[in-house]
């Protein structure tokens, strides 16, 4: 079973930043791709930004310019930067991995909490 640990998650005021870390279980290599989701009180849970194996990461409307998605070989974590945050980015974020047979798995999740 593939667990996913996330960190970094906290209070921030507007226009501050955040780093949040993803270390898997498994390799990052393992996996066919791999991402951050988020979920705001009684919304809908809502990619962030994700990256497959190879080529380019994708991002969201809203995570554009300011969303960072990266990997850490090395470490094997991947983080996402985030800066310039707004009210509007608070939600719990979620680390995804899908592996090569289309199975997704998730991590516990961490609140980000965007406010003065």
């Known amino acids: 079973q593939v667990q996913l640990v996330e960190s970094g998650g906290g209070l921030v005021q507007p226009g501050g930043s955040l780093r949040l870390s993803c270390a898997p279980s498994?390799?990052?290599?393992?996996?066919?791709?791999m991402g951050w989701y988020r979920q705001a009180p009684g919304e809908q849970r809502e990619l962030v930004a994700r990256?497959?194996?190879?080529?380019?990461?994708s991002y969201a409307e809203s995570a554009k310019g300011r969303f960072t998605i990266s990997r850490d070989f090395a470490k094997n974590t991947v983080y996402l930067q985030m800066n310039r945050l707004e009210p509007e980015d608070t939600a719990v974020y979620y680390c995804n991995a899908e592996d090569t047979s289309g199975r997704n798995y998730w991590g516990q999740g961490t609140l980000v909490t965007v406010s003065s």
């Open positions: 990256f497959f194996r190879i080529g380019s990461p």
């Open positions: 498994g390799s990052i290599f393992s996996f066919n791709a």
